[in-house]
């Protein structure tokens, strides 16, 4: 196997991982600014920001996450190999300790 093509799946999923990072602090500082704009003149400034500060950084660790566990699986790099795998092994009728024969047609 090339070097450089299993390289680059794990290029792009590292790329994706930090897309997702900043895009789901920007969602979360979005989401945090709105939470907190009702509340400002009742919560104290300790407590806006850190709403904010928590969803900003909430978001931006299941965006990361989200992010490499989406494009890992576009992408093959084996982030669901474990499904994989049981796919493969299911795939031809069974195996013979299942009590199948190992499939095939007209067996």
Not at 15 to 29: E, N, P, T
Not at 34 to 58: C, D, E, H, R
Not at 63 to 87: H, I, N, P, R, T
Request: proline share 3%; hydrophobic share 40%.
């Amino acid at each position: 196997m090339n070097v450089r093509s299993s390289q680059a799946p794990q290029n792009t999923v590292g790329r994706y991982k930090i897309y997702g990072l900043f895009g789901g602090g920007v969602l979360g500082s979005v989401i945090g600014v709105l939470a907190s704009g009702p509340n400002f003149f009742v919560w104290s400034p300790a407590q806006s920001i850190g709403v904010v500060a928590g969803l900003t950084m909430g978001m931006a660790v299941i965006g990361y996450f989200f992010a490499g566990l989406v494009v890992g699986d576009s992408a093959g790099d084996g982030a669901s190999a474990e499904g994989q795998k049981e796919m493969n092994s299911t795939v031809g009728g069974g195996s013979a300790a299942d009590g199948a024969d190992g499939g095939g047609v007209g067996d």
